[in-house]
């Protein structure tokens, strides 16, 4: 299982499309151990380019504070899954709260 959240300042960006970095994190699901962690730089903003973007990178499970209607269709195309409303957290706290059924999500701060 590999999840993306995209970062600022080393916690979850709000806006998705917009961020400067991906964290890329690898997760062992039998265990939901947390195996790795990679930063990556995200590609200039282009609509319609993350979803395969993500998807090469091996990405499963996006969590992101806001995204739009149509980019959640086009991940769910790729075959990722999308949660959205997380909050301004690390990403290891966030997986983590995830995995065990604890994660709080608010409503979209994205409406495009």
Not at 1 to 24: D, S, V
Request: charged share 15%; glycine share 12%.
């Amino acid at each position: 299982m590999r999840f993306a959240i995209p970062l600022a300042e080393g916690k979850l960006a709000i806006h998705f499309g917009h961020c400067a970095t991906f964290a890329l994190v690898d997760v062992d699901p039998a265990t939901n151990a947390i195996l790795k962690r990679e930063d990556v730089a995200a590609p200039p903003h282009q609509p319609g380019l993350l979803p395969p973007w993500l998807a090469e990178r091996g990405v499963t499970q996006i969590l992101a504070g806001g995204m739009g209607q149509r980019a959640q269709e086009l991940f769910a195309g790729q075959g990722i899954r999308v949660t959205v409303g997380a909050p301004a957290e690390t990403p290891e706290k966030l997986i983590g709260a995830f995995l065990a059924g604890t994660l709080t999500v608010g409503g979209n701060a994205c409406d495009h």
